[in-house]
C-alpha cells in the first residue's frame, strides 16, 4: 500500500512538538479508510488545533446490529472538555431545550427539530371556533354555570386537573366541549376564533409540525408497542409500525408514540415535561415563564463514540439543565486527498509511509510562478491547482 501522508509546512514550522502527533493521525486515517496511492493531506493551518468536523448519525445505525457503536450499548465513561468543531452538518433529529437560565452548549440545525409550539386542536384542520356563543359566560379566572353559580375553571386549572370547578363545568350541558376555555384563555369572543395550544412537537425545517412518525427503528422484531416489522439488511436494523395492546396497527396519539426507536427506547428521546405535572401540554411561555423542563433535564450521555452536537460543540454528555440544540452524531478529523501520480513532490516538508523520511523544500516548484502565494506558502487552493483536482472528505 502506497500512502503519503502531507501536512502543511505552517504547521510544522509552528507547531514543532505536535508532528509526530500529526503524522501518527495521519497514518491512522489511511489506515483506517483503507488508503492507497494517494496524498492524505491536513493540518491546523492557522489554527492552535487539529480542525474537526461533525455529521450526523441516523436513527437506524443507533441500534443497527452493523453498528461497532451500538455493540453492548456501552456509555462513555469519562466526561471531557467538548470538542470544538471546525464545522457541523445539518442533522436529522435535533433536541431542542433553550432555558434563559441553562447552561448554553450551542445552537445546531436539523431536518427535524423536537420543539414546543402552538398548534390547532384538530390538528391540520385548523377549523374556526366560536367564541361569541360563551360572551358574558367565563372572566379570567372563573366560568358562568347554567344555575348562575361562578366556579373556578380556566385553561390552566383544566389542563393540570387542579379544583373541582372544571369538573362541575364538565357536567353542565351548555358547554359541549372546554374549547371555550381557548376563549378564556385568549380573551376573545370572536365567532372565527382559531383555537391552539402549546405542546411539543416535531418540527420541520420548512415549518410543519408533527407528534409522531409513522414508523420506527428497532433492534428487535418484536418492540414494546410495535407490529409489522420488517428487517432492513442495509441498516441491520427492524422498521416497525405502532400497534395497540391488540397488536393492531395505529397512530399513537401525540408524543405518545416515541422518538424515532418507538416508545418502547428511550435512547436519545424523552418525553418533554410539564413542570408542575406530567402534561405534554401546558399555557404558553408568555403567560407562565419556562413551564418546561424536558427534554433530559438532568443531562445525558452518548453512547461511547457517538457526540451530542450542539452547533460548534462536541460533548459526551449533555450537562445537568443544558440549553440548546443538539443531534446525535460522530466527528473526525478534516482531511482531503490528493491522487499520488498527480506528483511526487509537493515543495512541502512531507511524511512518506513508504520510505518514511522527510523531504526538503523544492524551490523550483515555485520559481517563475506568476501565482500570489509566496515560495514557502502552500495552501491547499494552491496544492489543487498544482496538482488537480482533489477528493474532498
Same mark, same amino acid.
Given at each position: 500500500m502506497q500512502v503519503v501522508l502531507l501536512f502543511f509546512s505552517l504547521c510544522l514550522q509552528h507547531c514543532y512538538g505536535w508532528e509526530n502527533t500529526f503524522i501518527e493521525l495521519g497514518e491512522t486515517i489511511a489506515d483506517s479508510f483503507n488508503l492507497s496511492n494517494c496524498w492524505v493531506c491536513g493540518?491546523?493551518?492557522?489554527?492552535?488545533? %487539529?480542525?474537526?468536523?461533525?455529521?450526523?448519525? =441516523?436513527?437506524? %445505525?443507533?441500534?443497527?446490529?452493523?453498528?461497532m457503536v451500538r455493540n453492548g450499548t456501552e456509555l462513555w465513561a469519562q466526561d471531557s472538555s467538548p470538542w470544538r468543531l471546525y464545522s457541523s452538518g445539518m442533522g436529522v433529529l435535533c433536541l431542542n431545550r433553550?432555558?434563559?437560565?441553562?447552561?448554553?452548549?450551542?445552537?445546531?440545525?436539523?431536518?427535524?427539530?423536537?420543539?414546543?409550539?402552538?398548534?390547532?386542536? $384538530?390538528?391540520?384542520? @385548523?377549523?374556526?371556533?366560536?367564541?361569541?356563543?360563551?360572551?358574558?359566560?367565563?372572566?379570567?379566572?372563573?366560568?358562568?354555570?347554567?344555575?348562575? #353559580?361562578?366556579?373556578?375553571? #380556566? +385553561?390552566?386549572?383544566?389542563?393540570?386537573? +387542579?379544583?373541582?370547578g372544571c369538573a362541575a363545568v364538565k357536567q353542565d350541558t351548555f358547554f359541549p366541549d372546554f374549547g371555550?376555555?381557548? @376563549? =378564556?384563555?385568549?380573551? #376573545?369572543? $370572536?365567532?372565527?376564533?382559531?383555537?391552539?395550544? +402549546?405542546?411539543?412537537?416535531?418540527?420541520?425545517d420548512n415549518g410543519t409540525r408533527t407528534t409522531h412518525f409513522r414508523q420506527f427503528w428497532s433492534s428487535t422484531s418484536q418492540p414494546e408497542w410495535g407490529c409489522n416489522c420488517v428487517w432492513k439488511a442495509g441498516a441491520g436494523?427492524?422498521? @416497525?409500525?405502532?400497534?395497540?395492546?391488540?397488536? =393492531?396497527?395505529?397512530?399513537?396519539?401525540?408524543?405518545?408514540?416515541?422518538?424515532?426507536?418507538?416508545?418502547?427506547?428511550?435512547?436519545?428521546?424523552? +418525553?418533554p415535561r410539564y413542570s408542575l405535572n406530567t402534561s405534554l401540554w401546558a399555557l404558553s411561555p408568555e403567560q407562565h415563564s419556562d413551564p418546561w423542563n424536558g427534554p433530559f433535564p438532568n443531562g445525558t450521555w452518548a453512547l461511547k463514540g457517538h457526540y451530542w452536537i450542539c452547533g460548534q460543540y462536541a460533548y459526551r454528555r449533555l450537562p445537568p439543565n443544558w440549553s440548546g440544540v443538539c443531534y446525535v452524531g460522530y466527528i473526525r478529523p478534516l482531511f482531503f486527498l490528493l491522487p499520488l501520480h498527480k506528483g511526487s513532490t509537493l515543495g512541502i516538508k512531507?511524511?512518506?509511509?513508504?520510505?518514511?523520511?522527510?523531504?526538503?523544500?523544492?524551490?523550483?516548484?515555485?520559481?517563475?510562478?506568476?501565482?500570489?502565494?509566496? #515560495? =514557502?506558502? %502552500?495552501?491547499?487552493?494552491?496544492?489543487?491547482?498544482?496538482y488537480g483536482p482533489a477528493t474532498w472528505n
Open positions: 493540518g491546523p493551518g492557522d489554527l492552535n488545533e %487539529w480542525p474537526w468536523v461533525a455529521q450526523p448519525v =441516523q436513527p437506524k %445505525w443507533w441500534v443497527s446490529n452493523l453498528s433553550t432555558k434563559q437560565d441553562g447552561v448554553h452548549v450551542g445552537q445546531s440545525k436539523c431536518e427535524w427539530t423536537l420543539s414546543p409550539g402552538f398548534d390547532c386542536w $384538530d390538528d391540520d384542520n @385548523c377549523l374556526p371556533y366560536n367564541c361569541s356563543k360563551y360572551q358574558g359566560r367565563w372572566n379570567h379566572t372563573h366560568v358562568k354555570l347554567t344555575n348562575d #353559580t361562578w366556579v373556578a375553571c #380556566t +385553561y390552566r386549572l383544566y389542563q393540570l386537573h +387542579y379544583g373541582d371555550f376555555l381557548g @376563549c =378564556q384563555r385568549d380573551n #376573545t369572543t $370572536d365567532e372565527n376564533h382559531v383555537n391552539r395550544f +402549546y405542546r411539543w412537537a416535531w418540527q420541520h436494523a427492524w422498521k @416497525c409500525e405502532h400497534c395497540n395492546s391488540a397488536g =393492531q396497527s395505529f397512530i399513537p396519539p401525540g408524543l405518545r408514540g416515541g422518538g424515532p426507536l418507538g416508545p418502547g427506547d428511550h435512547l436519545y428521546f424523552q +418525553y512531507v511524511y512518506d509511509n513508504l520510505i518514511r523520511t522527510k523531504r526538503s523544500l523544492d524551490s523550483t516548484l515555485t520559481s517563475g510562478s506568476s501565482q500570489k502565494w509566496g #515560495t =514557502q506558502e %502552500w495552501p491547499p487552493e494552491r496544492i489543487i491547482e498544482h
